[in-house]
């Protein structure tokens, strides 16, 4: 073979591996993008001005970009509309912070899991939560209804006391009441009784069944303030414990804020939890702060960021991850993308790029 007919031979060969690379490229350019269902749950998906950013997202645009594929984000308001959405074909894929449990894995196809994630509890910083305010406990005690019907028993056991010594005292000489007539000697009778039944007595009466009456009311005042006390250090240690959430066995009964159709919200039920859902975790986030939650139960990676940012020195973590939990990329049963994303997600992680964004979104600020 001449050497022109080699060079022509290299020449078609060129020209059909640029025009093949071009005709591929124009598909691309031309293949629909891949609808992607997502939902705002900061740090995986939250947005910033008109665009979305967050560790779902980026790893979503890189494992697109492995695929040569085009992105269009469907925003849902729920994780439940996000998993119909791709149920019903509407979304080709859906990510966001999404929990592989076994009854969704029924109905659909998961990624291998792309973070481990886990439940955990949200509760008011130790300055916040009121329980442990001395002042505060003491001003709800004095004005609780419980010191209502003790004011009540401590006057019956003054006023009934006052007049029967009243009675017996009052025609007797250098007795506790110095005259004769009710008024003012019901006051000096009243004044006594009170300092008997707080067994602060200073006085003892002179006519000997006062004095009976007094030794039995005296009696009755070391009863009525010992178990006024008892009652009293009972209330406030019920006030104490229940201002503490430390662990899951402490939600039941409790207010508890979550997002609607969760795994958390569904764990809280099965607790007998008071549940509140809401769309998003941040209005979860605002009524804990509020106060008209006591704790959120959420995701732990989406608790942290809420604690080590907003709620800076305002709310914590109250014990570690109580149920462990990953997240997946979500398909419709059978769907042929299935494959490809796992494959690009490993490729990701060994070529460093998924430990670039772990870094960037959860590594220390
Ligand atoms: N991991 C939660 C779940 O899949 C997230 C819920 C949500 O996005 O609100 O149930």
Not at 20 to 28: D, G, K, P, Q, R
Not at 206 to 230: C, E, H
Not at 268 to 280: D, G, P
Not at 307 to 318: E, I, L, P, S
Request: neutral net charge.
């Amino acid at each position: 073979m001449g050497k022109l007919t080699r060079f022509v031979c290299r020449l078609v060969t060129a020209l059909a591996c640029i025009s093949i690379a071009l005709a591929s490229a124009s598909a691309e350019d031309a293949a629909p993008a891949l609808r992607v269902a997502t939902r705002l749950v900061p740090p995986l998906v939250q947005r910033d001005g008109d665009h979305l950013t967050g560790f779902s997202i980026d790893l979503w645009n890189a494992l697109a970009g492995r695929l040569g594929a085009k992105t269009d984000f469907i925003e849902m308001p729920d994780v439940a509309s996000l998993l119909d959405a791709v149920h019903a074909g509407k979304a080709d894929v859906g990510i966001a912070a999404i929990s592989i449990t076994a009854d969704r894995d029924k109905v659909f196809d998961f990624s291998q899991p792309m973070l481990s994630s886990g439940l955990q509890i949200l509760v008011r910083g130790k300055a916040d939560q009121g329980a442990p305010n001395p002042l505060q406990g003491f001003m709800r005690l004095t004005l609780s209804p419980m010191i209502l019907v003790w004011l009540g028993v401590a006057a019956i056991l003054i006023v009934i006391p006052a007049h029967i010594v009243w009675a017996l005292e009052r025609r007797a000489p250098n007795g506790i009441v110095p005259d004769a007539r009710y008024f003012p000697g019901i006051f000096h009778a009243l004044w006594w009784a009170a300092g008997t039944l707080a067994t602060q007595a200073d006085q003892m009466p002179r006519q000997w069944l006062a004095r009976v009456v007094a030794i039995l009311w005296m009696f009755t005042g070391v009863i009525f303030v010992a178990y006024y006390t008892a009652q009293l250090t009972a209330a406030l240690t019920v006030e104490q414990i229940q201002g503490d959430i430390n662990g899951p066995d402490d939600l039941p009964g409790k207010r508890v804020a979550t997002t609607r159709a969760s795994t958390a919200a569904s764990f809280l039920r099965e607790q007998h939890a008071r549940v509140q859902e809401f769309e998003t975790v941040d209005a979860a986030y605002q009524a804990l702060l509020g106060s008209t939650a006591d704790a959120v139960v959420f995701d732990a990676p989406v608790l942290l960021y809420f604690a080590g940012h907003d709620g800076k020195g305002r709310v914590q973590t109250a014990g570690s991850v109580f149920r462990k939990e990953d997240y997946g990329i979500v398909f419709a049963e059978g769907s042929p993308l299935r494959k490809r994303v796992d494959r690009a997600l490993l490729e990701l992680r060994e070529n460093g790029t998924y430990a670039r964004l772990y870094q960037k979104w959860f590594g220390p600020s």
